[in-house]
């Protein structure tokens, strides 16, 4: 589906690839749209604190354009994964987006709640996500089924199931676990509003309890789970609760660079 077009003064490319510090080629190959993928996850934070703060989300292209690139916050996947696939759509990348079910650690079968973009490139088609708020790929999955695919200590496959679709597995603790799943149902922008509203607004909604932030760095990864951080590098994890509303604040922007307003 093509992109509406909005006033180069509302969204600008060239200031979106700035804000995830990519300067490479835009030839529509495989390779620039891994650059892509991983260019984001590492300078766009997941994070749900307009929800926990009560602020009205909004999935439309500009407001959310304006949240990320110009003011430099992230979001939940329903954002994160909407405007990078509007990204790749003006860099003049087939993109379809899927809603997915979030099995990781999931003892039943959860609703659809997630937001993936399927994208063609150089005849293939792979897996893009830059909205997941934990361990994730850093860079696209190629739609294989059974193909094991690494990432530096992570590894991937897909499989099929005859319920629910594509089930993208992990190889966690020693064996394959159920990462998540989707069909291959074209959705369109509208179709992941309530979904969105429920993520927002209902009480037994995972996104209102507590506070979920997480970004890839160089050496690992930074999280927030709760009032707790939690530092990840190549000599272990440091953990911390900021005693102050300043500290907190403070921490936020070292970390994820998330300046609240």
Not at 35 to 61: C, F, T, W
Not at 111 to 125: K, N
Not at 187 to 203: G, H, K, M
Request: charged share 25%; aromatic share 12%.
């Amino acid at each position: 589906m093509a992109n509406p077009t909005y006033p180069q003064s509302e969204c600008c490319v060239q200031k979106y690839l700035e804000r995830i510090g990519y300067n490479g080629p835009l030839d529509g190959s495989a390779r620039t749209l891994s650059a892509l993928q991983e260019a984001h996850v590492h300078a766009v934070p997941y994070e749900n604190l307009d929800i926990l703060m009560g602020r009205k989300l909004s999935l439309e292209i500009p407001d959310l354009y304006q949240k990320i690139v110009v003011r430099r916050r992230g979001g939940y996947c329903f954002e994160l994964n909407g405007l990078f696939g509007w990204l790749l759509r003006e860099l003049s990348y087939p993109v379809t987006d899927y809603f997915a079910r979030f099995l990781r650690d999931e003892t039943t079968i959860p609703m659809r709640r997630h937001r993936v973009l399927r994208v063609e490139a150089e005849g293939q088609t792979y897996i893009c996500d830059v909205g997941v708020g934990g361990p994730s790929p850093a860079r696209p999955l190629l739609l294989v089924e059974g193909l094991e695919q690494r990432q530096g200590d992570e590894a991937y496959r897909f499989q099929k199931d005859p319920l629910l679709g594509w089930v993208v597995q992990e190889f966690r603790h020693g064996e394959w676990s159920p990462y998540y799943s989707f069909t291959e149902d074209p959705q369109l922008p509208v179709d992941f509003v309530a979904t969105n509203y429920y993520c927002e607004n209902s009480p037994d909604s995972i996104f209102r309890k507590e506070a979920m932030i997480s970004i890839r760095t160089v050496e690992g990864r930074n999280t927030v789970a709760g009032k707790e951080f939690r530092i990840f590098n190549r000599d272990g994890v440091k953990t911390f609760i900021p005693e102050t509303e300043e500290a907190y604040k403070v921490a936020l922007s070292k970390y994820f660079g998330i300046v609240l307003d």
